[in-house]
């Protein structure tokens, strides 16, 4: 599960740049690709040779699908295990202008997911702020 070349990695981000500016990282042997730090994109081949692997969630999945796109699946101590990331069609890996629809459904899918995670960080954070109860204020009683 390894993909060590920068230039390819170089060239996917020129591919998506129509979801702005790309990062390439190093990461598991592979290559993540983000924008703006939201995760849109794994380089990573399991093997097939290098791969572009989309981001895709509940709203994007049915597009990748429909597209024929294969799941991003490995074998985990034998058992097959999936992520939520697409292979790329071959003919948008061809041109920036071919990858542009393809790189906006990844760039949602990963909006998509930072907007879950902060919505579940405000609800845990509401139920573990709780406001103290107000307490009685005690009045002296006038001197008789």
Do not use: Q
């Amino acid at each position: 599960m390894a993909s060590s070349d920068p230039e390819f990695a170089h060239y996917c981000c020129e591919l998506l740049a129509s979801a702005g500016r790309c990062v390439a990282r190093r990461m598991f042997g592979g290559w993540g690709i983000s924008v703006e730090g939201l995760s849109i994109a794994l380089l990573v081949d399991l093997g097939e040779g290098d791969t572009l692997w989309l981001k895709a969630d509940d709203i994007t999945r049915a597009r990748f699908e429909a597209a024929g796109c294969k799941r991003f699946t490995y074998l985990a101590k034998g058992e097959p295990k999936s992520m939520n990331y697409y292979a790329a069609p071959s003919d948008a890996m061809e041109s920036p202008g071919f990858m542009a629809p393809w790189a906006r459904l990844a760039l949602a899918a990963a909006l998509h997911a930072h907007a879950a995670k902060a919505a579940k960080r405000t609800v845990a954070k509401s139920r573990a702020v709780k406001t103290p109860a107000a307490k009685p204020k005690r009045t002296r009683a006038a001197p008789a």
